[in-house]
């Protein structure tokens, strides 16, 4: 059973720091490209970053280039978002997720994977 486990989510102030982090099981984690979304309450889900598998290149929204940083541990299966400078426009539950077997390349739609977390709530007060 496929399974990705988000945690690191909590509520900060603005200009603040937290660190999400995804573990994932039950199917390859090293070769394939992984993402970050998030959701904001009556909002769609949107993109924040992408890896690719050896972690050599990132890509990120443009609201959050500067600020947040993803990056992989292949021999922990562990994906993390390094986020920063923290604003209140930032709280949304953010998620963790993983291309379909097979398919290896970064995207930036969310179409593109087919493994999600179950989400980790992220909270900035002005």
């Known amino acids: 059973q496929v399974q990705l486990v988000e945690s690191g989510g909590g509520s900060v102030q603005a200009g603040g720091s937290l660190r999400l982090s995804c573990v994932v099981s039950?199917?390859?984690?090293?070769?394939?490209?992984m993402g970050w979304f998030r959701q904001a309450p009556g909002m769609e889900r949107v993109f924040v970053g992408a890896?690719?598998?050896?972690?050599?290149?990132?890509y990120y929204a443009d609201s959050v280039k500067g600020r947040f940083t993803i990056s992989r541990d292949n021999a922990k299966n562990q994906l993390y978002l390094q986020m920063n400078s923290l604003k209140p426009e930032d709280t949304a539950v953010y998620y963790c997720?993983?291309?379909?077997?097979?398919?290896?390349?970064?995207?930036?739609?969310?179409?593109?994977?087919?493994?999600w977390g179950q989400g980790t709530q992220v909270t900035v007060s002005s």
């Open positions: 997720a993983a291309p379909p077997l097979g398919a290896r390349r970064a995207t930036m739609e969310a179409s593109g994977y087919d493994y």
């Open positions: 890896i690719t598998w050896a972690g050599g290149t990132t």
């Open positions: 039950g199917r390859p984690f090293s070769g394939y490209a």
